[in-house]
């Protein structure tokens, strides 16, 4: 099995159309800049020749940066771009098929929105199949449009506490709240347009981290 993937805090997913009209590829340099070791490419609305041109070149600059690059429900283009992994949904292709394309070496994770959700991605992670889980989205959410209501903290408590899978809160996720989901155990959450949406991604980056530094004392 594939090392905690998540053993960092922040989990940035870019989202072009809340970037403030940078392209994705400045936006994931100025993450890198920042130190973020954990970057999900997931673009919606782009053809899929540009979001592989894209993802090639996140691919290359996140190996030079020492960073995990993960692709959003496109398995093809994950293999193509050789990113370490992708992250997919409840509907989309079963864990063990995309295991099957991916082998043993690369990463998987799930998004889950329930605890049955997440005892069954627990057994698939006891089985090697799956390295995490997104939980959420603990509060509502508008960067994506298809996202179920939002779960709040009573999921997270019970994932905490029933699961051993690692995993990464997720949805409507800011600087105003950050500090009560990493109370409610929290220790890697997953942030969209707090992050792409800033003016100074590094200085947004370091306030961000002094909540997290913060909330752990």
Do not use: W
């Not at 030079?64 to 093809?76: L, Q």
């Not at 050789?82 to 997919?88: M, R, Y």
């Not at 090697?128 to 959410?141: D, R, S």
């Not at 996720?173 to 347009?193: D, M, P, Q, R, T």
């Amino acid at each position: 099995m594939i090392k905690n993937v998540l053993n960092t805090d922040i989990y940035a997913i870019t989202d072009s159309k809340l970037s403030l009209n940078r392209n994705t590829i400045d936006v994931v340099k100025e993450l890198l800049k920042a130190d973020v070791k954990l970057i999900q490419y997931r673009e919606k609305y782009k053809k899929m020749g540009e979001m592989l041109k894209e993802c090639l070149e996140i691919s290359r600059l996140c190996k030079e940066s020492g960073a995990c690059f993960i692709v959003n429900d496109h398995v093809d283009i994950a293999i193509l771009s050789k990113a370490d992994g992708v992250h997919i949904g409840q509907e989309d292709l079963p864990v063990s098929a995309i295991r099957q394309l991916l082998g043993e070496t690369k990463i998987i994770g799930l998004s889950t929105h329930s605890p049955k959700q997440a005892l069954e991605a627990e057994k698939l992670y006891k089985d090697g199949l799956l390295n995490y889980i997104g939980v959420g989205p603990i509060f509502p959410t508008k960067t994506k449009v298809d996202v179920c209501e939002a779960v709040g903290f009573e999921y997270l408590e019970y994932v905490v506490q029933n699961c051993t899978v690692p995993f990464v809160a997720i949805g409507g996720i800011k600087k105003h709240n950050l500090a009560e989901v990493i109370k409610h155990g929290a220790k890697c959450c997953a942030l969209v347009s707090e992050i792409v949406s800033a003016q100074d991604i590094p200085a947004q980056i370091k306030e961000i981290r002094t909540i997290f530094q913060g909330s752990k004392k």
